[in-house]
Structures are given as C-alpha cells and as structure tokens.
C-alpha cells in the first residue's frame, strides 16, 4: 500500500491550496479515506473523511473552508483549502481506514505528508 501526498506549500493568510494524495497497492473503494495534521508541538489530529459514496465529515475548525473529494477512477485523493489561516500550518496526511472517524485508531494505513505553510 502507497499513499503519496502533494500539493503542499507557502501562501499568504488568505489564500487557497489544494492537496492530491495518490493511493495504490489497494482497492481503493475498499477503505474511507481521510485527511490528518499535524502542527508543531501539537497532537496530530483529523481534518476531513469521506466514504466511497462521498459522504464526508469535517472538523470543526475546516468546516465551510476546507473541502474534501475523491476522484475513484484515478484512485486520487483531494483536499480543497481556502480561506487559510497561520493556524492550519501544519504536514498535512493522507491516510486509509476501515471506519468514518476523524481518530487515528481508525486508519490502517498513512501518507508520509506534505507541508503547507501559512505565513505572510
């Protein structure tokens, strides 16, 4: 199994980035996949999932801001991100698990990340 994210970078408060995550070694409709940051010092924690009928969960602090999106056919995973804060800097991971949760304990498998940097 290979996740592998990109799209990560620098943008001023304000701005926008969209995230890819390309899975494969896997029947991708098999799992739920997710969204996951990590800032520095802090806990990684959930950002958005979606189910393979494109159900999909946010937290609270991405909600209206953030959206996520799937494309099956090409196995791809995305995270739309407007609006962007100096607090959503994190590594962003992709991540694929066996139920709809935004908790660690539910992904079998991760991304090694990508970085976005929110900073003017």
């Known amino acids: 199994v290979q996740l592998v994210e990109s799209g990560g970078g620098l943008v001023q408060p304000g701005g926008s980035l969209r995230l890819s995550c390309a899975a494969s070694?896997?029947?991708?409709?098999?799992?739920?996949m997710a969204w996951f940051r990590q800032a520095p010092g802090k806990k990684r924690e959930g950002v958005a999932a979606?189910?393979?009928?494109?159900?999909?969960i946010y937290a609270d602090s991405v909600k209206g801001r953030f959206t996520i999106s799937q494309d099956n056919a090409k196995n791809t995973l995305y995270l739309q991100m407007n609006s962007l804060k100096p607090e959503d800097t994190a590594m962003y991971y992709c991540?694929?698990?066996?139920?709809?949760?935004?908790?660690?304990?539910?992904?079998?498998?991760w991304g090694k990340g990508t970085l976005v940097t929110i900073s003017s």
């Open positions: 991540a694929a698990g066996r139920c709809l949760l935004l908790e660690d304990y539910c992904m079998d498998y």
């Open positions: 070694g896997y029947t991708y409709s098999d799992y739920y």
């Open positions: 979606i189910d393979s009928d494109g159900g999909t």
